[in-house]
């Protein structure tokens, strides 16, 4: 089965960085296109940043300069570095796989991140 966890989310201050880490099972990872995605209550999933097997990245114009995509393939895990957080980056980050272009996605449960003072 396949399974994705995320984790280390929190309550962080303005300016402040967290990093979330998505741990997958059943699947090699690093054969996988994988990208993290935000939700905020009452609003569409938003792309946040993704990553290619071949370790192309790219970002929502939001986020560049402040968050940086990476994954470590003995780990089979992808992080979400996230550095001078702002309110509006408060949401449930969620990550995702998928093989190829058009493969079925896999997601993972979502943490909560929260900018506030």
């Known amino acids: 089965q396949v399974q994705l966890v995320e984790s280390g989310g929190g309550l962080v201050q303005p300016g402040g960085s967290l990093r979330l880490s998505c741990v997958a099972s059943g699947i090699r990872f690093s054969l996988y296109n994988g990208a993290w995605y935000r939700q905020v209550p009452g609003k569409q999933r938003e792309l946040v940043a993704s990553?290619?097997?071949?370790?192309?990245?790219n970002y929502a114009d939001s986020v560049k300069g402040r968050f940086t995509i990476s994954r470590d393939n003995s780990k089979n895990t992808m992080y979400l570095q996230m550095n001078s957080l702002k309110p509006e980056d408060t949401a449930v980050y969620y990550c995702?796989?998928?093989?190829?272009?058009?493969?079925?996605?896999?997601w993972g449960q979502g943490t909560q991140v929260t900018v506030s003072s």
């Open positions: 995702k796989a998928r093989l190829g272009r058009n493969g079925n996605n896999y």
């Open positions: 990553i290619t097997t071949i370790h192309n990245t």
